[in-house]
């Protein structure tokens, strides 16, 4: 029997595992935190789909061409042809598994407008379609624990995959409890470890997704791919610990974006767009948002408090929970942060990467949202990913499991060893501090070359004293030990911003204002003895 190690437990974590487990296999799934606590149980606008009742004009078709758009010209067309494809299929399957769909009163599922979108295609469970369909999938994830299919292993982390002559044969984790790494080899591993949020300090987005991970597969020799684009959602308020999310639903119902001058309203993406500049796509929002140089307000009041709380509940509760608002009856104050992450780990169609056996799926991988993701389709691929790997895996090879991965396990020892006692003057928070400081300020949603630079030579210096961190033994190892891979990351993603010498979707550059056909192709990272090089896949090396 086939062994998969999953890593991670969000939805793509648990789609890839419920998946293997159906077609016969044995599959692992780790994670440092149960999947009820991953970042996917915050998504609250809903997932697209034209499912049978859709909108009167809308079609598959339509929904790809809209997510090839969004994407700027540079996500996969077949890539993009099967996700849209599916999208019924998957809507029907989770309800099948209970997630529980807002309907119509004839029972056909509601539909909600996104932004970027042609038609209104997004079906919503409430304002918590994320807490449903991880409900549902650990539901079913359990029953094939019961059957002694998938095997949960909580309180473990990455630290780094078994590769050897370009195949993967799995991965050394940190085990929180016993406090050491341990190997565990598969017939393949699936990485669905979300975001890379941390880079930037409070995003809207979970701390847990800190792109370690990838930064240390790039390290590894995994190639990645698009890290420049980085999505700012426009509406967002702040508190303590994070930027929460104005979910856009509340445009989608009619929600209008304003500034005041001179004592009246001014509905500035309306006067530059038209009737529908609310719902633009997210990029060309933030940066009329940023633009303003004014406290924006976002307005749903004439909606009525009845439909309000029918439809943005979560939304009402929020406002009024953090920030005392009532949305009922005033407009809320929004600025733009950092929400989302089209680029991550390079995989082909079938989600696997330049490595043999190694896939990835969800956040953490670039595939089918080119330069800007449409609202709504991410929870879709993070699904539809697992779907594919799973096929993948089911027809690839079984590992060799001869291979002796002592000098693997000792490395880790002795770098988890290394940790303890260190007096350098560099504690880790202070540098993931810096670092989220450093990327804010240099990969905002308006960069230039000066910036670039200056972000890349703060990340150098971060990077030049990692290995010297002074680390309280009270903290977590983790936090340790990945600190490197999270700065090889945040490298890596401002090089490929500055070798993109034009602007596209989300990734706006002052100095070349526009797009230009030469970088009409997607950007891959890759690194080798601490060289890291880039280049331009024009050849559609991850496109078939
Ligand atoms: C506030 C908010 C609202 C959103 N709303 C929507 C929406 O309405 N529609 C939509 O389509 N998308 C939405 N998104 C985006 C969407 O939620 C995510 O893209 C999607 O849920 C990602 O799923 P995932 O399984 O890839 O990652 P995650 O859900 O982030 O799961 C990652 C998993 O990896 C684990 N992990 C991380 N690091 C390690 C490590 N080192 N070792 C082991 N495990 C690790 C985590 O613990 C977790 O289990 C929203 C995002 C946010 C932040």
Redesign the pocket.
Same mark, same amino acid.
């Given at each position: 029997m086939k062994h998969v190690l999953v890593?991670?437990?969000?939805?793509?974590?648990?789609s890839c595992a419920v998946s293997c487990a159906q077609k016969g296999m044995q599959v692992t799934m780790?994670?440092?935190?149960p999947?009820e606590?991953?970042?996917?149980?915050?998504?609250?606008?809903?997932?697209?789909a034209v499912t049978p009742s859709h909108e009167a004009g809308d079609s598959i078709d339509s929904h790809i061409e809209d997510t090839l758009k969004g994407g700027c010209e540079i996500a996969g067309k077949e890539a993009v042809r099967g996700l849209c494809e599916s999208a019924p299929d998957i809507i029907n399957w989770l309800e099948k598994l209970g997630t529980v769909f807002t309907t119509e009163s004839g029972g056909s599922i509601s539909k909600r407008a996104f932004g970027g979108q042609s038609h209104r295609r997004t079906c919503?469970c409430g304002a918590a =379609? +994320?807490k449903q369909i991880v409900t549902a999938l650990v539901m079913e994830a359990r029953s094939y624990e019961g059957m002694g299919r998938i095997k949960r292993r909580l309180w473990?982390?990455?630290y780094g995959s078994l590769i050897k002559d370009g195949t993967c044969y799995g991965a050394v984790l940190y085990n929180e409890a016993t406090r050491q790494p341990e190997a565990i080899t598969a017939d393949s591993v699936v990485i669905?470890?979300?975001?890379q949020?941390a880079l930037f300090g409070k995003? =809207? +987005?979970?701390t847990?997704?800190?792109g370690?991970?990838a930064g240390k597969l790039l390290m590894q020799g995994v190639e990645l791919k698009n890290l420049e684009f980085i999505q700012y959602h426009p509406t967002t308020i702040e508190t303590a610990q994070k930027m929460m999310?104005i979910?856009?639903a509340v445009r989608g119902e009619g929600g209008r974006l304003y500034v005041e001058e001179n004592g009246s309203r001014v509905y500035f993406m309306e006067d530059k767009y038209g009737e529908h500049g609310n719902l633009m796509p997210r990029d060309i929002v933030s940066r009329c948002i940023e633009a303003t140089g004014k406290q924006v307000y976002l307005d749903i009041t004439f909606l009525g408090k009845e439909k309000i709380m029918q439809r943005l509940s979560e939304v009402y509760e929020l406002c009024k929970k953090y920030r005392g608002i009532d949305i009922t009856k005033e407009s809320i104050p929004v600025k733009p942060s950092v929400?989302?992450f089209m680029g991550g780990i390079a995989v082909k169609n079938n989600h696997e990467t330049n490595i043999k056996n190694l896939y990835a799926?969800?956040?953490?991988a670039s595939i089918y949202h080119g330069a800007n993701r449409l609202?709504?389709?991410?929870?879709?691929a993070?699904i539809y990913g697992g779907r594919v790997a799973s096929a993948s895996i089911e027809q690839a090879e079984a590992n060799d499991t001869h291979n002796d991965w002592s000098a693997e396990l000792n490395e880790a020892k002795e770098k988890l060893l290394s940790l303890q006692g260190s007096q350098s003057p560099y504690p880790v928070k202070y540098l993931r501090d810096m670092l989220a400081e450093t990327m804010r300020e240099n990969l905002g949603i308006v960069r230039n070359a000066d910036k670039l630079r200056q972000g890349i030579d703060d990340v150098s210096f971060y990077l030049s004293v990692a290995d010297k961190i002074r680390f309280d033994n009270s903290e977590m190892a983790?936090f340790g030990y990945?600190l490197k891979g999270i700065l090889t990351l945040a490298k890596a993603t401002l090089l490929c911003a500055q070798s993109r010498q034009e602007s596209r979707g989300a990734h706006y550059r002052s100095d070349y204002p526009t797009s230009s056909e030469t970088y009409k192709a997607a950007t891959i990272i890759r690194y080798d003895e601490g060289e890291f090089t880039t280049y331009l896949d024009t050849e559609g090396k991850y496109e078939s």
């Open positions: 890593i991670g437990s969000g939805i793509a974590g648990l780790v994670s440092p935190f999947s606590r991953s970042q996917s149980v915050l998504a609250a606008g809903g997932i697209n919503f =379609t +994320g473990a982390d990455f669905a470890t979300g975001g949020n995003t =809207t +987005g979970s847990q997704c800190d370690y991970v999310l979910s856009e929400h989302f799926i969800g956040e953490c609202g709504g389709n991410s929870l879709l993070a983790y990945s």
